[in-house]
């Protein structure tokens, strides 16, 4: 079966450009996060979907960046004015059941989308 | 501030020794994963230990959960080339949504 997607895998922007990275989840997974991983590092939290609802946005670094998964499937990181700093991978995981529980459930990763800041 | 701390940052072993990567924390958490992360791809789920104590074996890899649930451990015996890789343990606060990452080990295993 089709894994978590994203899209696209690379991209380059300039300093001051607006970016929007793309995730399909598996299809029927309720629960969806976006991370940003630093090169060499483990991934950081970003925000967390349930369904259409955002439920937790804390490690959103900045009001330039905003998500949205308006349907309950596919969701969108956006980031704004985009800077140098932001240079990483976005990664989108997808999870069958709802986060939270005293149990940790299986994310499914995508590949990652690449974004370089010129 | 949860955070997890993970040991050593790189290692690079011969085929066939044997290693321990370590995952360290002042917090208690309610379950533990590890994943391994191959170059331009995600993290892939490899175990999740929920107990105090637990051992979990996958093959030639041995994941242990310490008995106040602060730290884990993961072996591995007579590492394979395929090996390689960045391996990240994980875990997320109870009642919380956020899921939180250790600093990863980066490990190569030369033939």
């Known amino acids: 079966g089709a894994g978590v997607s994203q899209s696209p895998r690379y991209k380059v922007a300039k300093r001051g450009q607006d970016v929007a990275l793309r995730c399909d989840p598996i299809?029927?997974?309720?629960?969806l996060f976006w991370y940003q991983q630093a090169l060499g590092q483990g991934p950081e939290f970003l925000t967390y979907?349930?369904?259409?609802?955002?439920?937790?946005k804390s490690g959103l670094p900045s009001d330039r960046f905003f998500a949205e998964r308006p349907e309950g499937s596919v969701s969108t990181l956006k980031i704004q004015r985009t800077q140098q700093e932001d240079s990483a991978v976005y990664l989108c995981?997808?999870?069958?059941?709802?986060?939270?529980?005293?149990?940790?459930?299986?994310?499914?990763f995508g590949p990652g989308t690449r974004l370089l800041v010129l | 501030t949860q955070l997890l701390e993970q040991s050593p940052q790189f290692l690079s072993i011969q085929e066939g020794e044997n290693l321990t990567v370590y995952c360290n924390s002042s917090?208690?958490?309610?379950?533990l994963q590890w994943y391994r992360q191959e170059p331009g791809e995600g993290p892939v789920l490899l175990v999740t230990?929920?107990?105090?104590?637990e051992v979990k074996k996958l093959k030639r890899l041995t994941f242990q959960f310490g008995d106040a649930r602060k730290d884990s451990s993961l072996h591995i015996t007579a590492a394979q080339t395929g090996d390689t890789g960045l391996y990240l343990c994980a875990g997320g606060p109870s009642g919380t949504y956020k899921y939180i990452f250790g600093t990863g080990t980066r490990l190569k295993v030369l033939a």
């Open positions: 995981a997808s999870s069958l059941v709802v986060a939270g529980g005293p149990y940790q459930e299986t994310q499914y």
């Open positions: 230990v929920v107990t105090g104590g």
């Open positions: 979907f349930q369904n259409e609802a955002q439920l937790d």
């Open positions: 917090s208690v958490f309610s379950s």
């Open positions: 299809s029927g997974h309720v629960s």
